[in-house]
């Protein structure tokens, strides 16, 4: 059984940096698709970034230059550096593995960009 807990949200002023961290376990992240995902309130869920098995990364056109997925595969976690945050990036994070058509979702941690 796949599981995915998400870390590191926080309330940030905008300009400023958060890491957020995912772990796996049931999976090895290095084989799957792994990405982060948010939704703002109101709004429908959206593709922040993702990386590949063979570490091939795709960025949202809003946070491409700031943002930066990453992944650790001795210790099975997948990473978000958010850098110069901006107050539209509000919203709740999630973490999502897949694999074929095996899709599994993590149960979100909170951002809030303001001042």
């Known amino acids: 059984q796949v599981q995915l807990v998400e870390s590191g949200g926080g309330s940030v002023q905008p300009g400023g940096s958060l890491k957020l961290s995912c772990a796996a376990a049931?999976?090895?992240?290095?084989?799957?698709?792994m990405g982060w995902y948010r939704q703002a309130p109101g709004k429908q869920r959206e593709l922040v970034a993702t990386?590949?098995?063979?570490?091939?990364?795709m960025y949202a056109d809003s946070v491409k230059g700031r943002f930066t997925i990453s992944r650790d595969n001795a210790k099975n976690m997948v990473y978000l550096q958010m850098n110069s945050l901006k107050p539209e990036a509000t919203a709740v994070y999630y973490c999502?593995?897949?694999?074929?058509?095996?899709?599994?979702w993590g149960p979100g941690t909170q951002v809030t960009v303001s001042s």
């Open positions: 990386i590949n098995s063979g570490g091939s990364t």
């Open positions: 999502r593995s897949q694999l074929l058509l095996h899709l599994a």
């Open positions: 049931g999976i090895n992240v290095s084989r799957y698709i």
